[in-house]
């Protein structure tokens, strides 16, 4: 039997293959430390639409379960979005979540949160974001009867998924509003 049969060779060059593979990962994912980027953000709310009370019994499936209705404060607000999120792109970038939430303390509960905006930029062609004045996707709701006056805290949050390597998540702060006193509706 020859030394360097075709098996030998094959084995070989395909472990030699891998650990090339294996370099390029770990280099890859090591360059996520030397590749820091900072967005430009900027969102606020442009305008509270609507500030309303609802009172209405909800329609449950299980008809032993008592019925408790819902009454709450409703919000629906528009968000004044500035964002260019191109230098968080480069060569090892999948695509970027950035989403907007709310968030304020109540009677009922220490902490409320609600996004009211997300959006997934999938290249650095996506990655600027201009809306003098969009509506919110989601509506504030609050259990209870603790939006009217109440200041709340708006916050911009990014993740970064890179093709291969950790995950980069961070929050900034954005400026804090105040809701109307009284009832629009």
Same mark, same amino acid.
């Given at each position: 039997m020859p030394l360097h049969n075709v098996a030998h060779r094959m084995n070989v060059v395909l472990t030699t293959a891998f650990m090339f593979l294996l370099v390029l990962v770990a280099a890859n994912w090591l360059s996520h430390f030397a590749l820091r980027a900072e967005p430009r953000l900027a969102v606020s709310v442009a305008k509270v639409n609507i500030l309303t009370r609802e009172d209405f019994l909800p329609r449950l499936p299980d008809m032993s379960r008592k019925? &408790? %209705? +819902?009454?709450? !404060?409703?919000?629906n607000v528009s968000l004044a979005i500035s964002m260019d999120l191109t230098p968080l792109f480069h060569w090892n970038t999948k695509m970027v979540f950035v989403y907007a939430y709310a968030e304020w303390p109540s009677k009922n509960n220490a /902490?409320? &949160?609600? /996004? @009211?905006? !997300?959006?997934?930029? &999938? $290249?650095?062609? !996506?990655? /600027? @974001?201009?809306? %003098?004045? +969009?509506?919110?996707?989601?509506? +504030? $709701? !609050?259990q209870g009867f603790g939006l009217r006056g109440k200041t709340l805290n708006l916050t911009v949050v990014y993740n970064r998924i890179p093709h291969t390597g950790p995950l980069e998540w961070r929050e900034y702060p954005m400026p804090s509003f105040t809701m109307p006193a009284d009832y629009s509706q």
């Open positions: 019925y &408790q %209705p +819902l009454r709450r !404060d409703v919000a /902490v409320n &949160q609600i /996004v @009211l905006w !997300d959006a997934i930029a &999938q $290249s650095a062609d !996506d990655a /600027v @974001l201009e809306f %003098p004045a +969009l509506g919110a996707e989601y509506r +504030l $709701s !609050d």
